[in-house]
């Protein structure tokens, strides 16, 4: 979470290449901005000398702003800024970062949680340090101030660093030296070497605009940038060899088309991305089956949308290959890494490689000698990078913060897996083309009538309900999750079995409840359940190849057998956003979200 992005170098416009950079990582973080710049010299008269920084920050979506005030006139040399997601202190233009200390000669950004701040920021208030935010971030420029009284600059950061507990990225400006220095134990940096610049971001696609040659920062590493390079391990700060790779990756901007938002974009997308994992994966799936089926053990863990596939994934195994998958949300597995040995296998499911919730377990079971799979949509992401073996969803950059098109591509990728295991991939990738059919089937024009007519009337109810059996269990926490992150309205994904025993209290009449009442095992008892609700007064919209006089409302899918399971999802997503539509909310950025979650 948080975009960081900064620039030391020799162009004379540091700070509108730090907007630009931010720009593209708003994904990360959109509550509120802020950069600061050093000014070399000005076309327009300012009031600060050379050594202080100017800063300027705003509340809300750095897409929303032009960038035309003070800031963008300056000739500058040196930037840095930050897109945020709120952790400590409200959003408020005083909480934005940068952060200054006292003299304004240090500004820093920040991505983490400062586990002890309040007693870092006592101290520091005790000794006269004035503070002018409610944020944990802001204890940094000032400990690195109180340090220089004693210390250069770069052993003045190392100390400060070394006193912050919890999961940090700090990326520290100094006016005086002219430096950038970062330093890190949690979230992602890297740094990117041009030919008269160093430019440090949280992702490469901050800095594939400039350059392919990087430094993706350890744990435990800091970074000085200023006329050179030098890396040094922490705590210590001994000196290390700056290993530069070559990177083969160039960020394709995302635009929305003729689409109105990127979400009703990406969804469309994915006929196409089904299509070229069906046609394209032999190779990488047949490879990843030999892993499964010499492990000991294998776990599918995910956050969100991408544990709800691991948990399709389970189910899937079980009932088509008859192998049993262990699966936890990615935040939990912490709590169940006994088992893990040096014969188990590890399958993080990650859109952006960079959930620290995945990173995390996956640091333990590294430890235990487990090996790791990702399966990721970021080229050079945390994960691609620690995995012992990667598989790229390649669905392209996914722009909306609700995930559609790499949940869909992540099904594709586990269903082709599960028909490798029974030595049947041929059938797994025609299943996945009449998927992809049917998709597109689903997205037509004519059929999007009912949707939109049936998100109009869910609009009318506070509380609505999913219910599915076995693999379509997954569908409805699925289904639930999407209609929450972009509507708002609170929806309860539920095993059908489950209503019975306690939430079947909350049906009252007319309580919408979705049905995911596939032609596999589950429909008999799904339907039953759905009685249950109509019994009570609920409306029952049923997602089915056929059918019933359980339902009110009835949106086809057609029976495509195992690939139902990643049918029977597009209608919810279509729900989803035109709920959104309905309410007037922007279903791209919703609310205390963000793209990527790397704060814990
Ligand atoms: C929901 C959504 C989130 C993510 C979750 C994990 O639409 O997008 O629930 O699935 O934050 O993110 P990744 O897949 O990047 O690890």
């Known amino acids: 979470m948080c975009g960081i992005f900064g620039y030391v170098g020799k162009k004379n416009n540091a700070s509108q290449i730090t907007f630009e950079g931010l720009k593209l990582l708003e994904y990360r973080g959109y509550d509120s901005w802020g950069i600061a710049a050093k000014v070399e010299s000005s076309k327009f008269k300012v009031q600060s000398s050379s050594s202080k920084f100017i800063v300027e920050k705003h509340i809300g979506k750095i897409g929303d702003i032009n960038f035309n005030s003070q800031l963008s006139t300056l000739n500058s040399q040196l930037s840095i800024g930050h897109t945020r997601w709120a952790t400590h202190g409200g959003v408020t233009v005083e909480n934005a970062h940068p952060h200054l200390d006292c003299t304004k000669s240090i500004a820093v950004v920040h991505n983490g949680i400062i586990e002890n701040f309040q007693e870092l920021k006592e101290e520091l208030s005790q000794k006269g340090h004035k503070f002018l935010s409610g944020t944990d971030t802001e204890v940094v420029p000032h400990l690195i101030e109180g340090f220089q009284k004693k210390e250069g600059f770069a052993s003045s950061v190392k100390d400060a660093f070394n006193k912050l507990k919890g999961l940090n990225a700090i990326v520290v400006a100094n006016a005086k030296s002219s430096e950038i220095i970062a330093a890190k134990n949690g979230s992602p940096l890297v740094v990117g070497i041009d030919k008269n610049a160093f430019i440090i971001a949280s992702d490469l696609i901050g800095i594939s605009d400039y350059t392919n040659r990087v430094i993706f920062l350890k744990d435990n590493q800091m970074v000085i940038l200023g006329k050179k390079i030098k890396l040094l391990s922490l705590p210590k700060g001994n000196r290390l060899k700056e290993n530069i790779e070559k990177i083969n990756f160039k960020f394709e901007k995302s635009n929305k088309g003729n689409f109105e938002h990127f979400m009703i974009k990406e969804i469309y997308e994915q006929p196409g991305i089904i299509r070229n994992i069906a046609k394209n994966y032999s190779g990488k799936i047949k490879k990843l089956s030999k892993l499964m089926e010499k492990a000991k053990g294998t776990f599918f863990i995910g956050a969100g949308t991408a544990y709800n596939a691991a948990l399709a994934g389970a189910y899937l195994f079980s009932r088509v290959s008859k192998k049993h998958i262990n699966t936890s949300v990615a935040s939990e597995f912490n709590y169940l890494e006994h088992f893990l040995n040096r014969e188990s296998l590890v399958i993080a499911l990650s859109q952006s490689g960079e959930t620290i919730d995945v990173i995390e377990p996956l640091n333990r079971a590294k430890k235990r000698g487990s090996k790791i799979v990702g399966i990721t949509n970021a080229v050079g992401s945390s994960i691609y990078r620690m995995a012992d073996f990667n598989i790229l969803l390649n669905a392209g950059t996914e722009t909306a913060v609700a995930s559609t098109k790499t949940y869909t591509a992540k099904l594709s990728i586990i269903l082709l897996l599960v028909f490798s295991i029974i030595n049947k991939l041929k059938d797994g990738k025609e299943t996945l083309l009449k998927v992809s059919d049917e998709i597109e089937r689903l997205l037509k024009k004519e059929n999007l009538k009912k949707i939109k007519d049936i998100s109009r009337s869910l609009n009318n109810s506070d509380t609505i309900y ?94 495509l057998s195992d690939g139902t399971f990643i049918t029977q999802i597009i209608p919810l997503q279509l729900l989803s956003y035109y709920l959104a539509i309905e309410r007037g909310l922007d279903p791209d950025k919703p609310r205390n979200l963000a793209k990527s979650v790397t704060v814990k």
């Open 466 to 559: 999913i219910i599915g059996r076995g693999v379509s269990y997954s569908s409805a926490l699925e289904g639930a999750l999407k209609i929450k992150e972009v509507s708002y309205k609170y929806c309860e994904g539920l095993a059908g079995g489950e209503l019975k025993h306690g939430p079947i209290a909350l049906i009252q009449k007319g309580s919408p409840c979705i049905v995911f009442a596939p032609n596999d095992e589950t429909y008999e008892s799904i339907i039953s359940n759905a009685i249950e609700v109509k019994s009570r007064g609920g409306m029952i919209i049923g997602v089915s190849p056929k059918n019933s006089k359980a339902f009110d409302e009835w949106i086809k899918v057609e029976d």
